[in-house]
């Protein structure tokens, strides 16, 4: 891929996790010392994979654009891939004490903000 499109992709990439992760990083680190938070996910016993994909989410948003790694990016582009395939799973009714909004919540999405 050409340096150009490299950063183009790298700049659509950023945007779109920028529409996805709708949480600040004190917002999103706050909610991940919360039992809801902790009470979902995938997991082999330890943490589970959105708590930790939350982790890295809240070093992300304080990250300089320049400072980006291409791992950074490929971590931003599955967050961004994450959200919208679990924004087209929302349960009927009030979602506010959900599995489903917890689940989003650690990956920096509040579907009610």
């Known amino acids: 891929m050409a340096s150009g499109d490299r950063g ?4 659509e990439t950023r945007n779109a996790f920028g529409e996805a992760v709708n949480m600040t ?5 706050e909610w991940l010392g919360t039992e809801e938070s902790l009470s979902v996910g995938q997991s082999d016993g330890g943490e589970s994979v959105g708590h ?15 400072d980006l790694t291409d ?10 891939g994450y959200v ?3 924004i087209e799973q929302r349960p009927s009714g009030d979602v506010t004490r959900t599995r489903w909004r917890y689940s989003l919540m650690n990956w920096g999405h509040d579907p009610l903000k």
Request: aromatic share 0%.
């Open 25 to 29: 990083a004190r917002e999103l680190e």
């Open 84 to 86: 919208h395939r679990h």
């Open 71 to 80: 791992d950074d990016v490929a971590h931003m582009r599955k967050v961004v």
């Open 8 to 11: 183009r992709d790298r700049d």
């Open 52 to 66: 930790s994909s939350g982790r890295r989410i809240v070093e992300l948003l304080r990250t300089k654009k320049d």
